[in-house]
Protein backbone atom coordinates (compact mmCIF):
# COMPACT_ATOMS: atom_id res chain seq x y z
CA UNK A 1 0.00 0.00 0.00
CA UNK A 2 1.11 3.64 -0.67
CA UNK A 3 1.54 6.26 1.77
CA UNK A 4 -1.81 7.01 3.03
CA UNK A 5 -1.01 10.09 5.24
CA UNK A 6 -0.22 13.78 3.42
CA UNK A 7 0.81 12.13 0.38
CA UNK A 8 1.19 15.49 -1.47
CA UNK A 9 4.02 16.72 1.58
CA UNK A 10 5.78 13.28 0.92
CA UNK A 11 6.04 13.33 -2.63
CA UNK A 12 7.63 17.02 -2.47
CA UNK A 13 10.13 16.17 0.15
CA UNK A 14 11.52 13.30 -1.68
CA UNK A 15 11.58 15.55 -4.60
CA UNK A 16 13.26 18.07 -2.77
CA UNK A 17 15.87 15.50 -1.32
CA UNK A 18 16.79 14.27 -4.75
CA UNK A 19 17.02 17.29 -6.37
CA UNK A 20 18.54 19.65 -3.47
CA UNK A 21 15.90 22.62 -4.46
CA UNK A 22 12.08 22.71 -3.35
CA UNK A 23 10.02 20.80 -5.19
CA UNK A 24 6.65 21.89 -6.13
CA UNK A 25 4.00 19.50 -4.61
CA UNK A 26 1.37 17.91 -7.04
CA UNK A 27 -1.69 19.88 -8.00
CA UNK A 28 -3.56 16.64 -7.69
CA UNK A 29 -3.65 13.52 -5.80
CA UNK A 30 -5.83 10.69 -6.82
CA UNK A 31 -7.03 8.32 -4.19
CA UNK A 32 -7.59 4.52 -6.08
CA UNK A 33 -8.73 1.18 -5.36
CA UNK A 34 -10.94 2.02 -2.52
CA UNK A 35 -14.76 1.21 -1.80
CA UNK A 36 -16.52 4.93 -1.92
CA UNK A 37 -19.65 5.85 0.17
CA UNK A 38 -21.22 9.18 -1.83
CA UNK A 39 -22.96 10.17 0.88
CA UNK A 40 -26.58 10.61 -0.73
CA UNK A 41 -27.84 6.94 -0.47
CA UNK A 42 -26.66 5.50 -3.45
CA UNK A 43 -25.09 1.98 -3.25
CA UNK A 44 -21.00 2.43 -2.75
CA UNK A 45 -18.93 2.36 -5.54
CA UNK A 46 -16.89 -0.82 -4.82
CA UNK A 47 -13.61 -0.08 -6.83
CA UNK A 48 -13.21 3.59 -6.74
CA UNK A 49 -10.96 6.76 -7.45
CA UNK A 50 -11.76 9.82 -6.47
CA UNK A 51 -9.00 12.81 -7.13
CA UNK A 52 -8.59 15.92 -5.16
CA UNK A 53 -7.43 19.60 -6.12
CA UNK A 54 -7.06 22.29 -4.13
CA UNK A 55 -9.23 21.10 -1.10
CA UNK A 56 -12.02 19.85 -3.70
CA UNK A 57 -13.19 16.81 -5.17
CA UNK A 58 -12.43 17.14 -8.89
CA UNK A 59 -13.49 13.61 -10.36
CA UNK A 60 -15.28 10.74 -8.18
CA UNK A 61 -16.59 7.16 -9.59
CA UNK A 62 -15.56 4.19 -10.65
CA UNK A 63 -11.90 3.58 -11.19
CA UNK A 64 -12.09 3.11 -15.11
CA UNK A 65 -14.37 6.23 -15.80
CA UNK A 66 -12.00 8.58 -13.52
CA UNK A 67 -9.52 11.01 -15.57
CA UNK A 68 -6.56 11.40 -13.76
CA UNK A 69 -4.59 14.51 -14.57
CA UNK A 70 -1.08 14.07 -15.75
CA UNK A 71 1.50 14.45 -12.44
CA UNK A 72 -1.26 13.84 -9.94
CA UNK A 73 -0.21 11.71 -7.10
CA UNK A 74 -1.46 8.45 -6.17
CA UNK A 75 -2.37 6.86 -3.36
CA UNK A 76 -3.98 3.36 -2.94
CA UNK A 77 -6.39 2.76 -0.69
CA UNK A 78 -7.20 -1.56 -0.94
CA UNK A 79 -9.09 -2.62 1.45
CA UNK A 80 -10.20 0.64 3.08
CA UNK A 81 -13.47 2.53 2.45
CA UNK A 82 -13.88 6.15 2.59
CA UNK A 83 -17.04 7.90 3.49
CA UNK A 84 -18.02 11.67 3.79
CA UNK A 85 -16.94 13.17 6.99
CA UNK A 86 -19.93 13.74 9.41
CA UNK A 87 -22.02 16.46 10.27
CA UNK A 88 -23.51 16.74 14.04
CA UNK A 89 -26.72 19.07 13.95
CA UNK A 90 -26.97 19.52 17.77
CA UNK A 91 -24.58 20.14 20.36
CA UNK A 92 -23.64 22.14 23.21
CA UNK A 93 -20.06 23.64 22.82
CA UNK A 94 -17.73 25.30 25.42
CA UNK A 95 -18.34 29.22 25.13
CA UNK A 96 -14.49 29.86 26.22
CA UNK A 97 -12.21 30.36 23.24
CA UNK A 98 -9.19 27.98 24.27
CA UNK A 99 -11.92 25.36 25.48
CA UNK A 100 -14.01 26.18 22.05
CA UNK A 101 -11.32 25.27 20.06
CA UNK A 102 -10.48 21.95 22.22
CA UNK A 103 -13.80 21.02 21.11
CA UNK A 104 -13.65 21.45 17.64
CA UNK A 105 -10.06 19.91 17.47
CA UNK A 106 -11.67 16.72 19.36
CA UNK A 107 -14.61 16.71 17.06
CA UNK A 108 -11.90 16.87 13.87
CA UNK A 109 -9.99 13.92 15.42
CA UNK A 110 -13.63 11.96 15.29
CA UNK A 111 -13.95 12.73 12.01
CA UNK A 112 -16.99 15.60 12.56
CA UNK A 113 -16.39 18.60 10.44
CA UNK A 114 -19.49 20.40 11.63
CA UNK A 115 -21.35 20.93 14.65
CA UNK A 116 -24.60 23.61 14.98
CA UNK A 117 -24.46 24.73 18.87
CA UNK A 118 -28.47 24.69 19.88
CA UNK A 119 -28.87 27.69 22.38
CA UNK A 120 -26.67 27.62 24.84
CA UNK A 121 -23.71 30.59 23.47
CA UNK A 122 -23.25 33.94 24.72
CA UNK A 123 -19.76 34.71 24.55
CA UNK A 124 -18.23 36.15 21.32
CA UNK A 125 -15.67 33.99 20.85
CA UNK A 126 -18.81 31.53 19.34
CA UNK A 127 -19.06 34.02 16.98
CA UNK A 128 -15.42 34.83 16.29
CA UNK A 129 -14.64 31.04 15.81
CA UNK A 130 -18.03 30.43 13.48
CA UNK A 131 -17.24 33.08 11.30
CA UNK A 132 -13.67 30.93 10.56
CA UNK A 133 -12.48 27.62 8.70
CA UNK A 134 -9.87 26.84 10.02
CA UNK A 135 -7.34 23.54 9.38
CA UNK A 136 -8.12 20.86 12.26
CA UNK A 137 -10.90 21.82 13.45
CA UNK A 138 -14.34 21.30 12.88
CA UNK A 139 -16.51 24.11 11.34
CA UNK A 140 -18.92 25.84 14.10
CA UNK A 141 -22.52 26.88 13.68
CA UNK A 142 -24.97 28.51 16.31
CA UNK A 143 -28.02 29.50 17.37
CA UNK A 144 -26.70 31.99 19.57
CA UNK A 145 -29.18 32.51 22.40
CA UNK A 146 -32.16 30.19 22.59
CA UNK A 147 -35.88 31.25 23.97
CA UNK A 148 -37.50 29.29 26.72
CA UNK A 149 -40.14 30.24 29.64
CA UNK A 150 -38.38 30.47 33.13
CA UNK A 151 -36.27 28.23 34.21
CA UNK A 152 -34.90 28.66 37.70
CA UNK A 153 -32.39 26.36 38.79
CA UNK A 154 -31.26 26.01 34.99
CA UNK A 155 -29.02 27.79 32.76
CA UNK A 156 -29.81 31.33 32.38
CA UNK A 157 -28.43 31.24 29.44
CA UNK A 158 -31.23 31.69 27.04
CA UNK A 159 -33.71 34.03 26.92
CA UNK A 160 -36.51 33.80 29.31
CA UNK A 161 -39.43 35.05 27.83
CA UNK A 162 -43.34 35.00 29.22
CA UNK A 163 -44.77 37.34 26.08
CA UNK A 164 -45.51 36.99 22.45
CA UNK A 165 -43.70 40.50 22.20
CA UNK A 166 -40.30 39.42 24.48
CA UNK A 167 -40.33 36.61 22.59
CA UNK A 168 -40.37 38.58 19.45
CA UNK A 169 -37.61 41.08 20.47
CA UNK A 170 -35.17 37.55 21.09
CA UNK A 171 -35.69 36.45 17.64
CA UNK A 172 -34.55 40.15 16.55
CA UNK A 173 -31.74 40.59 18.68
CA UNK A 174 -30.19 37.22 17.62
CA UNK A 175 -31.15 38.09 13.51
CA UNK A 176 -28.90 40.84 14.72
CA UNK A 177 -26.03 38.79 15.28
CA UNK A 178 -26.40 36.01 12.57
CA UNK A 179 -27.39 33.16 14.05
CA UNK A 180 -27.72 30.35 12.21
CA UNK A 181 -31.40 29.44 13.33
CA UNK A 182 -33.39 30.30 16.06
CA UNK A 183 -33.87 27.23 18.79
CA UNK A 184 -36.76 27.06 21.68
CA UNK A 185 -37.48 25.24 24.10
CA UNK A 186 -41.22 23.97 24.32
CA UNK A 187 -41.01 21.44 27.73
CA UNK A 188 -42.24 21.39 31.21
CA UNK A 189 -39.32 19.31 32.36
CA UNK A 190 -41.27 16.83 33.69
CA UNK A 191 -43.93 19.27 35.26
CA UNK A 192 -41.34 21.41 36.70
CA UNK A 193 -41.80 24.74 34.72
CA UNK A 194 -44.80 26.26 32.69
CA UNK A 195 -43.80 25.31 29.08
CA UNK A 196 -43.85 27.84 26.71
CA UNK A 197 -47.65 28.35 24.62
CA UNK A 198 -48.40 28.51 21.32
CA UNK A 199 -49.31 32.10 21.85
CA UNK A 200 -45.86 32.65 22.47
CA UNK A 201 -43.97 30.16 20.18
CA UNK A 202 -46.23 30.75 17.22
CA UNK A 203 -45.49 34.45 16.34
CA UNK A 204 -41.97 33.53 17.48
CA UNK A 205 -41.51 31.54 14.52
CA UNK A 206 -43.07 34.02 12.50
CA UNK A 207 -40.60 36.78 13.30
CA UNK A 208 -38.15 34.57 12.24
CA UNK A 209 -39.47 33.06 9.59
CA UNK A 210 -39.94 37.23 8.33
CA UNK A 211 -36.15 37.40 9.43
CA UNK A 212 -35.04 34.77 6.91
CA UNK A 213 -34.50 32.58 9.63
CA UNK A 214 -35.69 29.06 10.44
CA UNK A 215 -36.70 27.28 14.28
CA UNK A 216 -35.62 24.55 15.96
CA UNK A 217 -37.87 22.94 18.74
CA UNK A 218 -36.73 21.23 21.75
CA UNK A 219 -39.89 18.75 22.55
CA UNK A 220 -41.05 15.82 24.68
CA UNK A 221 -44.64 15.51 24.28
CA UNK A 222 -46.84 14.75 20.88
CA UNK A 223 -49.54 17.01 21.58
CA UNK A 224 -46.37 19.82 21.42
CA UNK A 225 -45.15 18.62 18.37
CA UNK A 226 -48.64 18.81 16.48
CA UNK A 227 -49.02 22.47 17.80
CA UNK A 228 -45.65 23.64 16.59
CA UNK A 229 -46.11 21.14 13.32
CA UNK A 230 -49.00 23.74 12.63
CA UNK A 231 -47.40 26.62 13.51
CA UNK A 232 -44.49 26.07 11.02
CA UNK A 233 -42.13 24.68 12.86
CA UNK A 234 -38.30 24.26 11.00
CA UNK A 235 -37.11 21.47 12.93
CA UNK A 236 -37.38 18.73 16.05
CA UNK A 237 -34.15 18.86 18.02
CA UNK A 238 -35.18 15.87 19.82
CA UNK A 239 -37.97 12.82 18.99
CA UNK A 240 -40.85 12.69 20.40
CA UNK A 241 -40.66 11.13 24.13
CA UNK A 242 -43.91 10.30 25.84
CA UNK A 243 -45.76 7.96 23.63
CA UNK A 244 -45.70 6.78 20.19
CA UNK A 245 -46.64 8.84 16.84
CA UNK A 246 -50.25 8.26 15.88
CA UNK A 247 -52.09 9.48 12.42
CA UNK A 248 -52.59 12.48 12.98
CA UNK A 249 -49.32 13.49 14.08
CA UNK A 250 -48.25 11.28 10.57
CA UNK A 251 -50.43 13.24 8.81
CA UNK A 252 -49.17 16.50 9.69
CA UNK A 253 -45.34 15.73 8.88
CA UNK A 254 -46.78 14.47 5.56
CA UNK A 255 -48.60 18.19 4.68
CA UNK A 256 -45.17 19.43 6.07
CA UNK A 257 -42.20 17.66 4.59
CA UNK A 258 -39.50 19.77 4.82
CA UNK A 259 -39.36 19.73 8.80
CA UNK A 260 -36.22 18.04 9.96
CA UNK A 261 -36.45 15.30 12.70
CA UNK A 262 -32.73 15.38 14.41
CA UNK A 263 -33.80 12.62 16.73
CA UNK A 264 -31.26 12.34 19.98
CA UNK A 265 -31.66 9.21 21.19
CA UNK A 266 -31.00 8.51 24.82
CA UNK A 267 -29.13 5.64 26.46
CA UNK A 268 -30.10 2.02 25.09
CA UNK A 269 -29.53 1.21 28.50
CA UNK A 270 -27.87 -1.98 27.47
CA UNK A 271 -24.74 -3.42 28.32
CA UNK A 272 -22.18 -2.23 26.17
CA UNK A 273 -18.47 -2.58 25.34
CA UNK A 274 -16.32 0.92 24.64
CA UNK A 275 -13.18 -0.37 24.81
CA UNK A 276 -12.90 1.34 21.18
CA UNK A 277 -12.38 4.39 23.06
CA UNK A 278 -8.79 3.10 24.89
CA UNK A 279 -6.05 5.36 23.52
CA UNK A 280 -8.12 7.78 22.16
CA UNK A 281 -9.81 10.06 25.58
CA UNK A 282 -8.73 10.03 29.10
CA UNK A 283 -8.85 6.54 31.02
CA UNK A 284 -10.83 8.00 33.65
CA UNK A 285 -13.73 9.38 30.87
CA UNK A 286 -13.46 5.83 29.58
CA UNK A 287 -13.57 3.68 33.29
CA UNK A 288 -16.59 6.82 33.93
CA UNK A 289 -18.57 5.57 30.41
CA UNK A 290 -17.85 1.69 30.90
CA UNK A 291 -19.55 1.95 34.14
CA UNK A 292 -22.60 3.43 32.94
CA UNK A 293 -23.03 0.69 30.21
CA UNK A 294 -25.53 -1.50 31.90
CA UNK A 295 -28.56 -3.01 31.84
CA UNK A 296 -31.10 -0.56 33.03
CA UNK A 297 -35.37 -1.58 31.88
CA UNK A 298 -36.48 2.14 32.52
CA UNK A 299 -33.92 3.64 29.89
CA UNK A 300 -34.92 0.69 27.73
CA UNK A 301 -38.71 1.65 27.48
CA UNK A 302 -37.69 5.06 27.31
CA UNK A 303 -35.08 4.08 23.90
CA UNK A 304 -38.13 2.10 22.81
CA UNK A 305 -40.35 4.88 22.51
CA UNK A 306 -37.59 6.81 20.45
CA UNK A 307 -36.44 4.43 18.30
CA UNK A 308 -39.88 3.31 17.39
CA UNK A 309 -40.75 6.74 16.31
CA UNK A 310 -37.97 7.26 14.71
CA UNK A 311 -38.15 4.06 12.35
CA UNK A 312 -41.89 5.25 11.48
CA UNK A 313 -41.11 8.75 10.66
CA UNK A 314 -38.17 8.11 8.98
CA UNK A 315 -39.80 5.14 7.06
CA UNK A 316 -42.41 8.43 6.21
CA UNK A 317 -39.84 9.73 4.25
CA UNK A 318 -39.65 12.43 6.95
CA UNK A 319 -36.04 14.22 6.44
CA UNK A 320 -33.43 13.26 9.35
CA UNK A 321 -30.29 14.58 10.84
CA UNK A 322 -27.94 13.35 12.85
CA UNK A 323 -27.77 15.42 16.55
CA UNK A 324 -25.97 14.05 19.60
CA UNK A 325 -27.02 16.90 22.49
CA UNK A 326 -24.13 17.30 24.73
CA UNK A 327 -20.52 18.30 23.69
CA UNK A 328 -19.02 14.62 23.55
CA UNK A 329 -17.04 14.55 20.61
CA UNK A 330 -17.52 10.95 20.02
CA UNK A 331 -20.98 10.34 20.47
CA UNK A 332 -21.98 10.55 16.77
CA UNK A 333 -20.32 7.16 16.15
CA UNK A 334 -22.86 6.34 19.26
CA UNK A 335 -25.47 7.80 18.19
CA UNK A 336 -25.44 6.13 14.50
CA UNK A 337 -25.24 2.46 15.65
CA UNK A 338 -28.40 3.77 18.11
CA UNK A 339 -30.82 4.72 14.91
CA UNK A 340 -29.38 1.76 13.34
CA UNK A 341 -31.06 0.02 16.52
CA UNK A 342 -34.06 1.86 15.59
CA UNK A 343 -34.95 0.06 12.60
CA UNK A 344 -32.90 2.42 10.10
CA UNK A 345 -30.43 0.79 7.41
CA UNK A 346 -27.12 1.57 8.07
CA UNK A 347 -27.00 4.00 4.70
CA UNK A 348 -29.99 5.77 5.61
CA UNK A 349 -28.25 6.64 8.92
CA UNK A 350 -24.77 7.66 6.83
CA UNK A 351 -26.84 9.47 4.83
CA UNK A 352 -28.53 11.04 8.00
CA UNK A 353 -25.65 11.96 9.23
CA UNK A 354 -23.88 13.81 6.06
CA UNK A 355 -25.67 14.41 2.83
CA UNK A 356 -28.54 15.47 5.12
CA UNK A 357 -27.05 16.95 7.88
CA UNK A 358 -24.78 19.08 5.24
CA UNK A 359 -28.45 20.62 4.21
CA UNK A 360 -29.91 21.12 7.36
CA UNK A 361 -26.94 23.53 7.79
CA UNK A 362 -27.21 25.02 3.90
CA UNK A 363 -23.45 23.39 3.57
CA UNK A 364 -23.88 23.41 -0.38
CA UNK A 365 -20.00 22.75 -0.65
CA UNK A 366 -20.61 19.68 1.80
CA UNK A 367 -22.06 15.91 2.73
CA UNK A 368 -21.08 13.96 -0.36
CA UNK A 369 -18.62 12.60 -2.08
CA UNK A 370 -19.08 13.71 -5.74
CA UNK A 371 -17.23 16.52 -7.89
CA UNK A 372 -17.16 20.16 -6.55
CA UNK A 373 -17.85 19.56 -2.84
CA UNK A 374 -14.65 20.14 -0.25
CA UNK A 375 -12.91 17.12 0.20
CA UNK A 376 -13.82 16.53 3.60
CA UNK A 377 -14.00 12.60 4.28
CA UNK A 378 -13.09 9.83 7.06
CA UNK A 379 -10.72 6.66 5.56
CA UNK A 380 -11.87 3.61 7.61
CA UNK A 381 -10.63 0.41 8.04
CA UNK A 382 -14.12 -1.48 8.11
CA UNK A 383 -17.27 -1.24 5.76
CA UNK A 384 -20.02 0.49 7.85
CA UNK A 385 -22.46 -1.24 5.61
CA UNK A 386 -22.26 -4.17 6.87
CA UNK A 387 -22.03 -2.93 10.41
CA UNK A 388 -22.44 0.77 11.68
CA UNK A 389 -20.12 0.63 14.14
CA UNK A 390 -17.19 -0.04 11.63
CA UNK A 391 -17.40 4.38 11.32
CA UNK A 392 -15.45 3.91 14.65
CA UNK A 393 -12.37 2.11 12.52
CA UNK A 394 -10.85 5.59 11.53
CA UNK A 395 -8.05 5.07 9.63
CA UNK A 396 -7.52 8.92 8.77
CA UNK A 397 -9.08 12.24 8.59
CA UNK A 398 -9.16 14.76 5.83
CA UNK A 399 -10.80 18.01 5.94
CA UNK A 400 -10.51 20.17 2.65
CA UNK A 401 -7.80 17.69 1.06
CA UNK A 402 -5.49 17.75 4.36
CA UNK A 403 -4.71 15.02 6.71
CA UNK A 404 -6.24 16.38 10.56
CA UNK A 405 -3.93 15.61 13.34
CA UNK A 406 -5.50 12.79 15.48
CA UNK A 407 -3.60 12.95 18.21
CA UNK A 408 -4.98 16.08 19.21
CA UNK A 409 -8.08 14.48 21.18
Known amino acids: M ?42 AIENATFV ?58 FGISAALSLGLDNTPATFDIRAQRTPGLARLFTAGRGITMPEPGRSDVPYWV ?28 DGKYRKMPSEIYTPVIAEAHGRGLRVAAHIFNLSDAKGLLTAGIDAFAHGIRDTDVDDELMALVK ?28 AEELTRVQAGATNRPQAQAAFGIQARNLK ?77 TNTRKISAVYFGGMAVDRSRR
Not at 339 to 349: D, E, K, L
Not at 363 to 372: P, R, S, Y
Request: charged residues 20%.
Open 162 to 189: TTAEEGRKAVQEQAALKVDIIKIWVDDR
Open 312 to 388: RLSAAGMPIALGTDGNTPWAPHVEMADMVASGMTPMQVITAATKNGAAFLALTDAGTLEAGKAADFLVLDANPLDDI
Open 2 to 43: RRLLSPVVALAVVAAGACGVLAQAPAATAYDNVRLIVGDGRP
Open 52 to 109: VSGGRITAAGPSGRVTVPAGAARVSLTGKTVMPAIIDTHVHTSTTRDALVRDLQQRAA
Open 255 to 282: SHPRVVLIPNLPDRGVVADYSWLSGQVP
